[in-house]
Nanobody, 114 residues
Framework: QVQLVESGGGLVQPGGSLRLSCAASGSIGIYVMAWYRQTPGKQRELVASIMSCGSTNYPDYMEGRFTISRDNDKNTVDLQMNSLKPEDTAVYSC?????????WGQGTQVTLSS
C-alpha cells in the first residue's frame, strides 16, 4: 500500500508559476507516476507522466508548459507549472501505477484568478 499526499496548490495569477509536489509513504521507484487534473463536470485528464527510468510523457494539449520530475530516493514527484492559464484551474492529483495496481492521492486545488 502506497499513500500519496499532494501539496503546493493555491491561488495564482494568470501567467504565473506553481510547483506541486507528491510525497509517497513508500518506495515508488518502480511505479509509473503521473499527475492528473479534474474540474467539476469534466473527466479527469492526464497532465504528465514519468516512468521509473525518468522518461516523461505529456499530452499535446499541455503545450509544453508543465514539467514532471521524480526523486526516487525521496519518493517524491513534482510538477512544475509555468505560464498558467485560467483553464488550468482544477484539482491536481498524483497517481502511482504498477501494472493493475493504482494509488491516488487526495488532490490539491489550483486556482487561477486575477
Amino acid at each position: 500500500q502506497v499513500q500519496l499526499v499532494e501539496s503546493g496548490g493555491g491561488l495564482v495569477q494568470p501567467g504565473g508559476s506553481l510547483r506541486l509536489s507528491c510525497a509517497a509513504s513508500g518506495s515508488i521507484g518502480i511505479y509509473v507516476m503521473a499527475w492528473y487534473r479534474q474540474t467539476p463536470g469534466k473527466q479527469r485528464e492526464l497532465v504528465a507522466s514519468i516512468m521509473s527510468c525518468g522518461s516523461t510523457n505529456y499530452p499535446d494539449y499541455m503545450e509544453g508548459r508543465f514539467t514532471i520530475s521524480r526523486d526516487n530516493d525521496k519518493n517524491t514527484v513534482d510538477l512544475q507549472m509555468n505560464s498558467l492559464k485560467p483553464e488550468d484551474t482544477a484539482v491536481y492529483s498524483c497517481r502511482a501505477r504498477l501494472g493493475s495496481t493504482i494509488y491516488w492521492g487526495q488532490g490539491t486545488q489550483v486556482t487561477l484568478s486575477s
